[in-house]
């Protein structure tokens, strides 16, 4: 088997949610390239990922720092153009090991968060895609900036801490209509002229696509259900 054939091997859980977000993008008239398929690996081991890298998949994401400083580093070794994406809660003490190994950063939702990432970029020289998690149904269990806040800590982390923030991600509330949340967190977006638009898991990644998401972050439909 050539390198080749390795890199265009098939992975039917892929392949199925990439032709759904290639059909809702051109329902909507959008270019499915515009979209950012991230593979959410999380409690999913080299076994089960290996044949989405094989498939040709390069972004993935993780919600834990820890789980993922101990899979990917070897992952990277051998596919070393990979894209990892932190979409869980960071805590300011693992700043420096997700800075280190993520490649972008979703959860921004705190003052003591985003000016910890600006001083870890700053000494190692490094830029993520950040984006600021707002928690659209104002769940009090939930991460994120409340909708009403998200102007003046967006400003906040532009001007105060100097970071760039390349848009807006959310999680809606399980038991509401996703597509309610899309159009309020892109709506939003569009205000503060932000171009990013993080949202859409397995159960409601079309949704995403057809409101404007620019990455979705979908992992039960590729792998199957997590145990
Ligand atoms: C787990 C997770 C996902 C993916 O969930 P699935 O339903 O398995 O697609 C997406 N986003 C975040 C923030 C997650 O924690």
């Not at 759904?20 to 909507?28: L, M, P, R, Y």
């Not at 869980?88 to 003052?111: C, M, W, Y």
């Amino acid at each position: 088997m050539t390198t080749d054939d390795t890199i265009s091997a098939d992975h039917q859980g892929l392949r199925a949610v990439k032709d759904k977000i290639a059909a809702a993008a051109k329902g909507v008239g959008r270019s499915p390239a515009g979209i950012e398929l991230i593979v959410v690996s999380k409690t999913f081991g080299p076994d089960e990922i290996l044949p989405v890298l094989n498939a040709g998949q390069r972004h993935f994401g993780e919600n834990r720092v820890q789980e993922a400083v101990g899979k990917w580093p070897a992952l990277r070794d051998k596919f070393p153009d990979i894209t990892l994406h932190l979409i869980g809660p960071l805590q300011s003490n693992k700043t420096k090991e997700a800075v280190t190994l993520f490649d972008a950063i979703h959860s921004i939702d705190r003052p003591k968060i985003a000016k910890a990432i600006a001083e870890e970029q700053a000494k190692q020289n490094k830029e993520l895609q950040l984006f600021i998690q707002v928690n659209t149904g104002e769940e009090p269990q939930k991460a994120g900036v409340l909708p009403r806040d998200t102007a003046q800590f967006l400003d906040q982390c532009q001007n105060e801490f100097g970071l760039k923030i390349t848009g807006l991600m959310c999680i809606p509330p399980v038991d509401e209509e996703p597509a309610v949340h899309f159009a309020f967190l892109a709506k939003l977006a569009r205000e503060l002229d932000l171009p990013g638009l993080s949202m859409g898991m397995s159960g409601d990644f079309e949704t995403a696509v057809e409101l404007g998401a620019t990455h979705v972050r979908v992992g039960s439909a590729i792998f199957g259900a997590r145990t």
